[in-house]
């Protein structure tokens, strides 16, 4: 099946702080899922980007299909951006391993 | 508008009791997922539905695990026997169809403890 592979797995930030995460993945997809998972478990659905780039707020995410990855940016972070980050792909709805944040104030 | 709601938010039993968890999708949501959640692991998707018929179940492992959705709303995931290895969080999901444009919505899960 498809590999999604997740890096950092862990990040520490100071609150303020920018950072990316990236998501790789193995085969062609059609389309790609960021999640954040807060500290009490509930995953709230960031973007749906198969290709392109998107962005939410302090939260922006770009797909490189022909290039299997994708990026997650956080900006000006702050502490209630923790938690864990998860990419999906469609494709048998296959998660990768997640990157834990953890944002200090 | 309720989101998805999942019960018993906690659950601890002794191993080889059954144990039931209970969905209950965003209303005129078709598509409903079951996931299992392993302690800093991704979801891994057990079981799919488009309505009341299950299109993915090839993850569910059957000697053990069963699911259903009766008039393709609500949906119980059930487990009997129950082992050690399956202390996990159990995520159920809902999305308005199959359609990849969709967004999965999910519930809070439940955190099964096997003793």
């Known amino acids: 099946g498809i590999q999604v592979e997740q890096s950092p797995p862990d990040l520490i930030l100071q609150e303020g702080a920018n950072s990316t995460l990236r998501c790789n993945f193995s085969d062609s997809v059609n389309n790609l899922q960021w999640f954040h998972q807060n500290p009490w478990g509930q995953l709230i659905n960031l973007f749906y980007i198969p290709s392109g780039t998107k962005q939410n707020g302090r939260l922006s995410a770009t797909t490189v299909a022909t290039e299997r990855y994708s990026l997650l940016y956080i900006s000006s972070s702050q502490t209630t951006d923790s938690g864990v980050y998860f990419c999906a792909v469609w494709n048998k709805l296959t998660f990768g391993g997640g990157t834990r944040v953890l944002v200090k104030p | 508008e309720a989101g998805v709601v999942q019960s018993p938010r906690y659950k601890i039993i002794e191993k080889k009791q059954p144990v039931a968890f209970w969905c209950n999708p965003i209303?005129?949501?078709?598509?409903l997922y079951w996931y299992l959640q392993n302690l800093g692991q991704g979801p891994e998707l057990l079981i799919r539905?488009?309505?009341?018929?299950?299109?993915?179940d090839s993850q569910l492992p059957k000697d053990r695990f069963s699911a259903e959705r009766l008039k393709g709303v609500d949906s119980t995931l059930k487990i009997q026997p129950a082992e050690l290895g399956d202390s996990a969080v159990y995520l159920c999901?809902?999305?308005?169809?199959?359609?990849?444009?969709?967004?999965?919505?999910f519930g809070p899960g439940t955190r099964l403890t096997v003793l």
């Open positions: 539905y488009e309505n009341e018929e299950a299109v993915d």
């Open positions: 209303s005129g949501h078709n598509t």
């Open positions: 999901a809902s999305s308005l169809s199959n359609s990849e444009v969709d967004t999965q919505y």
